[in-house]
């Protein structure tokens, strides 16, 4: 060790930037915050065999911010830390300068995470992934942001490997990476789906929890994040960055977005039994947030507002600027066009309470770069009062789970829903209000990840998660679902006519409905998870797409294209512009109106009548007196409907053949709307 430390140049550095900065061909920088340690070393090991090549102390300190630069490092040369100080839990002190720790500002993995509790415990450093130092040196070829309108933007949620891991266009060694995704026949079918936005889930690099790894589990989703600013080794062909890089320079060329859903409100390294792996060994007490007894802080007892056994603490200014400086690093140096924050009332916590107003949410809408970016919140966590649907500022959007939640009900059945149904269509103007903010915050969604897909919504009646090692108590049970009259696949035609009538009415409701649209990748195939809700450890085919379709599930993909296709050729769909709403102006204005089946208009007193499950809606464009009626039958019967003024057009109904569009026009000036059916008339 002593020869190779002796062919080194090493001088104090400087305290900017955090992380490692590349200076020359084999000239580094290291900063790393750390204001407890007494001392810091970095440790620079072979990128073959991951033997050990020298341990440099940190000569530089400049307040909380340790730094070195160090000459005559190679190209690919793998690096960690190692800081000393004193181990007192009680203080939230965690120091082992045996320890190997992972700088939470490396740009890149050697290797997937994966724990090995024996090593862990015996402190070999082979427990641990290094990062790489490399050159992020890339030929974007001229390539630039689609920059896709809000109200325009249709999300279509996927995971890296699940995307492709099962298709069968994608070659073998490609299926599952970064680079599947860029296959033609990949981005082809996003291309015919209508998709404006690829929403992937979690990217950065993550650890699966060791009680999943002794169950022979792991972590499929990622979110477990273990550095912020590395890409997931595990769906690399050779190299994460390049690869990652290649992905989206690709989607771009075809004018698609990428959203990368992130995680910044936990890590892997768990509570107080977790491991430690980066941050609690280098500055514990200022990254995580802890319980407190009056005014003395309990540093053995974090505060678990995420359920996954600790809590980010975003109030403080240095985990602050890494949050803030991870984002500018995917938006700039890996070209990202926004983000889904999960659950992102963490990030406005402040003293424990969500704060609208939070200084995070301040620096973002002032930052140059990040508030030009898509910002998408999930407006909850599982802290005290960690509910706030449409308190996030106008410029994000949020998921809005009492649209999904009405949307199912409603179409299940349920009385008494219409009126709450006709305001999450609209834009559910009673959360999002108008004047104060635009129908796009609202993401309107039907499926996500984490439950049901839209097949299992209308196939099973209660979840089914037995695989995931947790008796079936683990997941959602408040599902809103249908099975039909039978509990999982069936071949009876009648009930598989049923499920798939009910999954049109949900996909048009979406299509039609204002705000931010969003599809689970694998809906539109029809994809199963075997009535699993909660899916999260399933790395096999229960959550690999299947892109073997029968003929059902060939014409429902149809229906699907066709209404995507819908919404973006009438601009109404898109974005509604009232005349009572001064929020956004633009060319169009719109006038709606309701009406019940018989072409009276609705009054107030209609709205409350717990048993009206069918009326009619009617959007009128002032300027080109063009307009769409929407025929909605929610109830168990055929429904006689009168239409308002002149006959119309049909454009499609939800009970005719599979939904899709009639090859010869029809034209009508009443109808019967089928029980549990919905029609669209131009």
Known sequence: ???????????????????????????????????????????????????????????????????????????????????????????????DSNRLLLDPYCRQLNRPQYWHEQQYLSRSHYSLAKGVLSSTEFDWQGTTKPQIPREKTVLYEAHIKGLTMQHPAVPEALRGTYLGLCQPEVIAHLKALGITTVQLLPVAAFMAEPRLSSLKLTNYWGYNPLAFFAPEPRYQVEDAVQEFKTLVRTLHQHGLEVILDVVFNHTAEAGEDGPVLSFRGLANRQYYLFHSHGEMIDYQNYCNFTGCGNTLNLSHPALQKMVLDALRYWLTEMQVDGFRFDLAVTLGREHKRFNPYAAFFQIIAQDPVLSQAKLIAEPWDVGPFGYHLGQFPAHWSELNDKFRDTCRAFWRG?????????????????????????????????CYHDGFTLQDLVSYQHKHNWLNGEENRDGHSHNLSS???????????????????????????????????????????????????????????????????????????????????????????????????????????????????????????????????????????????????????????????????????????????????????????????????????Q
């Open 1 to 95: 060790m002593a020869d190779q430390i002796a062919l080194l140049k090493m001088s104090p550095g400087k305290p900017a930037p955090l992380g490692p900065t590349q200076l020359s061909a084999d000239s580094w920088n290291f900063a790393v915050y750390a204001p407890d340690a007494t001392g810091l070393q970095l440790c620079l090991f072979r990128p073959d065999t991951e033997e050990l090549l020298a341990e440099i102390p940190f000569s530089g300190r400049t307040g909380e911010i340790w730094h070195l630069q160090v000459q005559g490092v190679a190209e690919g040369t793998l690096y960690a830390l190692k800081a000393a100080g004193p181990n007192q839990p009680d203080r939230g002190l965690l120091f």
């Open 414 to 446: 349920d009385s008494g829903t219409l009126p709450e149904f006709a305001t999450r269509l609209l834009g559910s103007r009673d959360i999002f209000q108008k004047h104060h903010k635009p129908a796009s915050c609202s993401v309107n969604y039907l």
């Open 483 to 681: 099975n039909h009259g039978v509990e999982g696949p069936s071949s009876d035609p009648a009930i598989v006519a049923a499920r798939y009538q009910h999954k049109r009415n949900l996909v048009a409701t979406l299509l039609l409905s204002q705000g931010i649209i969003h599809w689970l990748g694998g809906d539109e195939l029809s994809h199963s998870q075997h009535g699993n809700n909660n899916a999260y450890c399933q790395d096999n085919p229960i959550s690999w797409l299947n892109w073997q379709l029968d003929g059902h599930s060939t014409k429902f993909l149809q229906f699907v294209r066709q209404m995507m296709a819908l919404r973006s050729q009438f601009s109404c769909l898109q974005q509604l512009s009232l005349l009572d709403d001064q929020y956004q102006l633009h060319g169009d204005k719109h006038q709606v109106h309701w009406y019940l089946l018989d072409a009276t208009p609705m009054q107030e007193q209609h709205w409350h009548q717990a048993e009206l499950n069918c009326c009619m809606l009617e959007i009128i464009n002032t300027n080109s007196r063009q307009s769409l009626l929407v025929l909605i039958n929610g109830s168990a019967r055929n429904e006689a409907v009168l239409f308002p003024g002149n006959s119309r057009q049909l454009v499609f109904d939800t009970a005719l053949d599979d939904g899709l569009q009639p090859v010869k026009p029809l034209q009508a000036s009443q109808w019967l709307q089928t029980a549990h059916s919905l029609s669209v008339w």
